[in-house]
């Protein structure tokens, strides 16, 4: 029995997805897990929603706007209060999905972008042991870079040009070179990368592109001999 409870409390994680070391002992912190779980999908509704949703329908657009600001803001003071009294939650301590979920909103507190450079910095300590997402690592440079006037490196943040539906790079350092730095992160190329965003945002905006007479997004070629 008490051999039971212990694999119930600790659970050993064979690198099978090269995402923790192999043979590494951790205990997961499910109360975090939970509690990130829970603030993931309020963080969702914000980002997801450019109106008052049907759970917010009485506020006017302003007031969504408050509201949606502070759920950013409030969720990073918690995420700070974490990450000050445990250090960055890798993926050993709350799962890929937490790790994920931590992440994503810590991407959402733009802010405050020193707070994200101390993420980044932690995170980074994470990702060279395998306990934190590379990709996701890669997203937050690039936020950062970009949220302190700097030329992003992988490219991951985009801005659209409406007259054609068209997502595009954020300012860029290098860009002969950012498939480069990509393949380095596991990043695919950025051109299927710029593709994907400029279909996702036109099917999100579908009605205003075809008030403006256009009818399918104008993609970016691929390179086909890569």
């Known amino acids: 029995m008490k051999k039971l409870l212990s694999l119930l409390l600790v659970i050993i994680i064979i690198s099978c997805n090269n995402q923790v070391s192999k043979n590494t002992v951790v205990t997961i912190d ?129 801005t659209y040009n409406t007259d054609i539906g068209q997502a595009t790079p954020k300012p860029l350092l290098d860009s002969l070179l950012v498939n480069e730095r990509r393949k380095k992160v596991d990043l695919g190329p950025i051109e299927e990368y710029l593709n994907a965003m400029t279909q996702m945002h036109f099917e999100m905006n579908m009605e205003v592109y075809k008030k403006k007479g256009i009818t399918k997004p104008q993609l970016h070629p691929i390179n086909t001999e890569n």
């Open 30 to 158: 499910s109360n975090l897990v939970e509690e990130l779980a829970s603030m993931e999908v309020m963080d969702q509704l914000a980002a997801s929603n450019w109106k008052p949703p049907e759970e917010f329908k009485d506020l006017t657009q302003d007031e969504w706007n408050a509201k949606k600001d502070s759920i950013y803001r409030t969720h990073a003071e918690r995420l700070k209060e974490i990450i000050e009294e445990t250090g960055y939650p890798g993926i050993n301590r709350v799962g890929k999905d937490g790790e994920y979920n931590f992440w994503l909103m810590v991407q959402h507190a733009d802010f405050d972008p020193e707070f994200q450079k101390m993420v980044l910095e932690k995170m980074k300590e994470e990702v060279e042991k395998d306990n934190a997402d590379k990709n996701n690592y890669a997203m937050l440079v690039d936020r950062v870079k970009i949220n302190t006037n700097q030329k992003q490196v992988y490219g991951t943040q985009v």
